[in-house]
């Protein structure tokens, strides 16, 4: 029995994309991920402003009116009347628009957010600040390093879609610019270890 001549090509993958043909799905994955990102702020934006203006009217009423007087202590040293004054006066002045929080949120401090939500919120938030700095960092590097060494590959094979030449594909397993990658891993590697090093210092 003879056995045929084996193909070079194992696997063949064809891309159906229409938007943009040759790049694997990426335009699908990434025009979903901005119509979900604008529903879901268009959402939190519109529920945000409504809760807003009930959460306002729910604080200048009267303890006995509300419902969250239930979990107020009984004969509490404060009366009622001051307690909503106090809180009247600190709250925030009226928000007259859906998107003017995004600008008050840059305008906060530490200070702000400790004395509002705790020092618990501060950390969480100072964690993704950390997650930000370290996601540019390795962008950066990624666009100015890591793609060229892919782009002037020495393969450029034809099975190659567009988007594979950008990637590590596109360099010969005999090539020395393989060495980019592993010494570039190593340095993420070491400088997440350094910088949630140095975040774990602000707890003590």
């Given at each position: 029995?003879?056995?045929?001549?084996?193909?070079?090509?194992?696997?063949?993958?064809?891309?159906?994309?229409?938007?943009?043909?040759?790049?694997?799905?990426?335009?699908?994955?990434?025009?979903?991920?901005v119509?979900?990102?604008?529903?879901?702020?268009?959402g939190?934006?519109?529920l945000?402003?409504?809760?807003?203006?009930?959460?306002?009217?729910?604080?200048?009423?009267?303890?006995?009116?509300?419902?969250?007087?239930?979990?107020?202590?009984?004969?509490?040293g404060?009366?009622?009347?001051?307690?909503?004054?106090s809180?009247?006066?600190?709250?925030?002045?009226?928000?007259?628009?859906?998107?003017?929080?995004?600008?008050?949120?840059?305008?906060?401090?530490?200070?702000?957010?400790?004395s509002?939500?705790?020092?618990?919120?501060?950390?969480?938030?100072?964690?993704?600040?950390?997650?930000?700095?370290?996601?540019?960092?390795?962008?950066?590097?990624?666009?100015?390093?890591?793609?060229?060494?892919?782009?002037?590959?020495?393969?450029?094979?034809?099975?190659?879609?567009?988007?594979?030449?950008?990637?590590?594909?596109?360099?010969?397993?005999?090539?020395?610019?393989?060495?980019?990658h592993?010494?570039?891993?190593?340095?993420?590697?070491?400088?997440?270890?350094?910088?949630m090093?140095?975040?774990?210092?602000?707890?003590?």
């Amino acid at each position: 029995m003879s056995v045929g001549p084996i193909c070079d090509r194992v696997n063949t993958y064809v891309n159906k994309s229409r938007v943009i043909p040759g790049y694997e799905g990426i335009p699908y994955n990434l025009l979903l991920n901005v119509i979900g990102w604008v529903v879901l702020m268009s959402g939190f934006t519109i529920l945000r402003k409504l809760a807003w203006d009930y959460g306002r009217m729910a604080m200048v009423q009267p303890r006995k009116n509300r419902w969250t007087g239930i979990f107020s202590e009984a004969g509490g040293g404060i009366s009622d009347c001051g307690s909503v004054e106090s809180e009247e006066q600190n709250l925030p002045a009226n928000d007259p628009g859906y998107l003017t929080w995004i600008i008050n949120y840059f305008k906060l401090t530490t200070g702000d957010l400790q004395s509002k939500a705790g020092i618990d919120a501060v950390q969480y938030l100072r964690f993704h600040l950390y997650l930000i700095i370290y996601t540019a960092i390795t962008t950066v590097f990624c666009l100015v390093v890591i793609l060229p060494v892919n782009i002037h590959g020495t393969l450029k094979s034809p099975d190659l879609q567009k988007f594979g030449v950008t990637t590590i594909s596109n360099i010969s397993a005999n090539s020395s610019s393989l060495w980019v990658h592993t010494i570039f891993g190593i340095g993420f590697f070491l400088l997440a270890f350094f910088l949630m090093q140095h975040f774990s210092r602000q707890f003590r």
